[in-house]
């Protein structure tokens, strides 16, 4: 499985931008979750969102209903809405997919990881 991510860039404090994934070849069969972390410099990754298959979600906690995450499971694509940014979302955000039935915040629960995109927030 290979996961591509794309929609990163350099955005201003308060604005928006979407991600979005798309997966190649079988995740999980019937199951599986699709998501986003995160790492920022000197910093462990952190979950932002995931989604199972059947619509579950997770969210990181600093979120606080900024970010909305979302999947089209015809197309293998996952996405994420992020409005209201702050200079503190500065990372690089990795699209991240299980056979698991259920989103985790756990990295080791997520079997394949893409290359990362950088998002970068001004002040």
């Known amino acids: 499985v290979q996961l591509q991510a794309s929609g990163g860039g350099l955005v201003q404090a308060g604005e928006s931008l979407r991600l979005s994934c798309v997966a190649s070849?079988?995740?999980?069969?019937?199951?599986?979750?699709m998501g986003w972390y995160r790492q920022a410099p000197g910093k462990q990754r952190e979950l932002v969102a995931a989604?199972?298959?059947?619509?579950?979600?997770d969210y990181g906690r600093f979120v606080e209903g900024r970010f909305t995450i979302s999947r089209d499971n015809a197309k293998n694509m996952v996405h994420l809405q992020m409005n209201s940014l702050k200079p503190e979302d500065t990372a690089v955000y990795y699209c991240?997919?299980?056979?698991?039935?259920?989103?985790?915040?756990?990295?080791?629960?997520?079997?394949?990881w893409g290359q990362g995109t950088q998002v970068t927030v001004s002040s």
């Open positions: 070849g079988s995740i999980g069969g019937i199951e599986d979750t």
């Open positions: 989604i199972s298959r059947r619509g579950v979600l």
């Open positions: 991240v997919a299980s056979p698991n039935t259920l989103p985790v915040a756990n990295v080791k629960g997520y079997d394949y």
